[in-house]
């Protein structure tokens, strides 16, 4: 595929995090190496970050897995 001038350049991919997200924000989780990465949405939920994950809000202190840099809005 060509990439016409007028079109910006695509980004950088993500680094893996070393832990948890430490802010909210939208990431990808990838809970081991058979699965694949979901994006998920990190909230602040009365002072905790959480995910909302199946019906309810899970702490991502509780999740085990690898994290992915925070994805930046789209502009």
């Given at each position: ?5 007028d079109e910006?350049p695509p ?12 802010q909210?924000?939208w990431y990808w989780l990838?809970?081991?190496?058979q699965?694949?990465?979901?994006m998920?949405?990190?909230r602040?939920t009365n002072g ?18 690898y994290?992915?840099e925070?994805?930046p809005p789209?502009?």
């Amino acid at each position: 595929m060509i990439r016409k001038p007028d079109e910006e350049p695509p980004l950088p991919p993500l680094e893996t995090l070393h832990g948890p997200p430490t802010q909210p924000g939208w990431y990808w989780l990838k809970r081991d190496e058979q699965s694949r990465e979901i994006m998920v949405e990190v909230r602040l939920t009365n002072g905790e970050l959480t995910v909302w994950w199946v019906d309810q809000p899970i702490a991502i202190a509780k999740l085990t897995g690898y994290w992915r840099e925070p994805i930046p809005p789209s502009t």
